[in-house]
């Protein structure tokens, strides 16, 4: 199953190489401060619409499958499109009624032991209303407004041991600049496993509480 899971990953990514290159449309932010030096940003997302599901059970195989089924028609629409990749369904092709969406980076992971949930962000000129309804009741729609965070990125892996490390850093950093959070870090995942693990664009983000902060972003 893990071996699946990184499978599906890296054709999500379309045009993902071994060199980093995706080809995918990125979740547009305003930039509010960078230090250059740590590689952290302070940004701000105006707005996001995410369509999500939980990694509670089956974990991030299940919830990735979920989403893909989505963003690849299963959602209310008129066209039925097939499914043209076999690996995503287990070897099971399907014809499904639908919209085909296409992929934004990055993938969002929130691994609250309560509520684990993953996210894609729906490309730029997708509103909440214009977002076709999941035919799937796991799946969910929501929207994200004047979201801001801090994030630090970071190559290698998505392992526990780099993403406490980052997280200290990150939160090392909020506390030395007059920064208090406002959430829990999440993992954010912009390449698949077939890139080098030192090209890989790898990120946490922590959103903020600017009201309370002592430094501000503008």
């Known amino acids: 199953m893990r071996l699946l899971f990184l499978i599906i990953i890296s054709m999500l990514l379309v045009g993902c190489s071994i060199f980093g290159h995706t080809g995918v449309e990125n979740a547009p932010y305003t930039l509010l401060q960078a230090d250059e030096q740590q590689r952290i940003e302070v940004r701000r997302y105006d707005a996001m619409v995410l369509v999500s599901t939980s990694m509670a059970g089956d974990g991030r195989n299940s919830a990735f499958r979920k989403l893909f089924r989505y963003i690849s028609g299963e959602n209310e629409g008129a066209t039925p499109i097939a499914m043209t990749a076999p690996v995503f369904m287990d070897n099971n092709n399907a014809m499904t ?122």
């Open 97 to 218: 009624q639908g919209t085909k969406i296409a992929m934004t980076a990055p993938v969002f992971m929130n691994n609250q032991a309560n509520n684990a949930m993953m996210s894609f962000v729906m490309p730029k000129d997708f509103t909440l209303d214009s977002t076709p309804k999941p035919t799937d009741p796991d799946v969910l729609v929501s929207e994200l407004n004047n979201y801001t965070v801090a994030a630090i990125q970071f190559s290698g892996t998505l392992s526990k041991r780099n993403v406490a490390k980052q997280t200290k850093l990150l939160q090392d950093w909020l506390a030395a600049n007059g920064y208090i959070a406002a959430g829990e870090p999440i993992e954010a995942g912009y390449n698949g496993p077939l890139t080098l693990p030192m090209l890989r664009r790898n990120e946490i983000l922590i959103e903020l509480n600017l009201t309370n902060s002592n430094n501000a972003a503008p």
